[in-house]
């Protein structure tokens, strides 16, 4: 297939599209507006799910919720327009390309926050992720060389393992989210998670074009509604938040460093920089723009911008948005400025707090009916990788199986490390962590270890009389 000519100078043009790269063209507002739509569309559930979800977990109240959430929305726009605008050579890809708080590092995050006495939960994570992105920047250029030990064997497992371990949130979510309380569990809470989860279904099988993209916010919308004549609605959070205002840096204390779980979070950034390194292979063949290991370098040096700095307004380690990638494919509209629009969006939904706050209203139990297909997503792109990778070879099957059961033993046993050192508990606590640590070195033992040595066998084998 023929590239389209790119502009002189890689930059933006708003000449007719076979004039200019479709990656670098303006689109007028009718188009522009509609597409960038979609995008945030697509993106805003994944967007406030890690700062929902730590947020619960670490017990913070309606209005640092509500911080969270909006500080989460500012550096996804600030990451996703670091991205698709960039500076040329530097930084940034400058494709249509999404960047966000990942829900990869959800699992490890809690499993630091368990291992850390209150007060210096947050603190704990935001030292590690800090860590974690200046490992990206350090890794990045090399990484291209790193890829042949992270393989579609190995993040299919680590992607399966992410929506596993993470579906006992949205169940207990679904049960009302405090198991303190003495109604948790009440068929209420059971009977709206289900009613959500029956609507979401319900447009994705019936609606069409924007809507059938949107539902999931459809169901978070209309479970909301639908909870307010029992009272299952909470509006405070909506009345004590600021209008605007800018988060504060370092809000939850300084930074702590702790080695094991700095050690969780940089295992999780080399799947989440496989994931980007992937999503923006992917994207330059939808874009008809080749992506070569300079353009991964300037997309990975931005994901580790984004979750060096990020932490220090309430950030978490950022990432690619397959979601996104897979809009452009469906929409073939692959201006980056598109998405550049939608990275503005979000950065003017953080800068107001009261945005941010409506997000927070959503009950519990619609969450956890929306994160039943939420996280169930992210295990069935596990297993749509783990398809690609080749198991009907008996060394993957056994690989897969060991991995994906070194990842299920912390949630099958709560209490399995309970006698392990502080710092194994903390990183084999975390299924993912512990998933993918045995996924790599099985990788290693079986495909890599000898087999140089087996190939120069073989043809000596072959050249002996």
């Known amino acids: 297939m023929a590239q389209p000519a790119e502009g002189p100078t890689d930059g933006p043009c708003s000449t007719p599209p076979d004039a200019c790269h479709p990656v670098d063209e303006k689109l007028h507002a009718s188009r522009l507006v509609p597409a960038a ?16 979800i730590i947020g619960q977990a670490v017990g913070l109240d309606a209005a640092a919720q509500t911080r969270l959430i909006a500080a989460s929305l500012l550096i996804a726009g600030l990451a996703t327009l670091l991205q698709t605008l960039g500076v040329k050579n530097v930084v940034g890809n400058r494709l249509p390309f999404v960047n966000a708080a990942s829900s990869a590092g959800i699992a490890p995050m809690l499993a630091i926050a368990e291992n ?32 042949r030990f992270f393989p579609p064997l190995v993040t299919g497992v680590v992607i399966t393992l ?20 003495a109604d948790f569990g009440d068929m209420r809470f059971l009977a709206l998670a289900a009613f959500t989860l029956v609507v979401i279904l319900l447009f994705q099988r019936f609606a069409r074009g924007f809507f059938k993209q949107v539902a999931l916010l459809m169901g978070l919308l209309i479970g909301t509604l639908a909870a307010v004549p029992f009272g299952l609605a909470d509006f405070s959070s909506l009345r004590s938040a600021p209008v605007a205002a800018l988060p504060t840096p370092f809000a939850a204390g300084a930074p702590e460093f702790d080695a094991a779980a700095i050690l969780s979070l940089c295992i999780v950034m080399l799947v989440l920089m496989t994931e980007s ?16 290991g300079a353009t991964i370098t300037r997309g990975l040096r931005t994901d580790g ?63 956890g009916g929306a ?20 198991l009907d070879d008996s060394s993957n099957i056994v690989l897969v199986a060991v991995a994906l059961g070194a990842g299920i033993i912390p949630l099958a046993a709560p209490t399995f490390y309970a006698d392990f ?19 790599v070195s099985l990788n290693l033992f079986f495909h890599h270890l000898g087999t140089r040595d087996s190939a120069r066998s073989e043809v000596a084998a072959l050249k002996s009389p």
């Open 37 to 52: 739509l979609q995008h945030i569309a697509a993106m805003y559930a994944g967007v406030v799910t890690p700062p929902l």
């Open 421 to 439: 050192p502080a710092w194994a508990q903390t990183v084999l606590g975390s299924g993912i962590s512990a998933g993918a640590l045995v996924a």
């Open 371 to 390: 994160g039943i297909v939420l996280f169930g997503s992210i295990a069935v792109s596990g297993i749509r990788t783990l398809s690609e990778a080749g």
């Open 277 to 292: 390194s992937a999503g923006m292979l992917a994207l330059g063949e939808i874009c008809e723009r080749r992506t070569d």
């Open 162 to 181: 992410i929506g596993v371990t993470l579906m006992p949130v949205p169940v207990s979510w679904a049960q009302g989210g405090d198991k303190e309380a």
């Open 116 to 147: 850390s006495s209150t007060g210096h939960q947050l603190p704990a994570i935001y030292g590690a992720v800090m860590v974690a992105g200046l490992f990206c920047l350090v890794v990045g250029p090399f990484f291209g060389r790193l890829l």
């Open 305 to 367: 911008i984004a979750t060096l700095v990020g932490p220090v307004f309430g950030g978490f380690p950022t990432s690619a948005f397959a979601q996104n990638v897979g809009v452009v494919s469906l929409t073939r509209v692959r201006s980056r400025y598109v998405v550049a629009v939608a990275g503005g969006a979000l950065i003017v939904l953080g800068a107001f707090p009261v945005l941010g706050a409506v997000v927070s209203l959503v009950p519990m139990p619609v969450l």
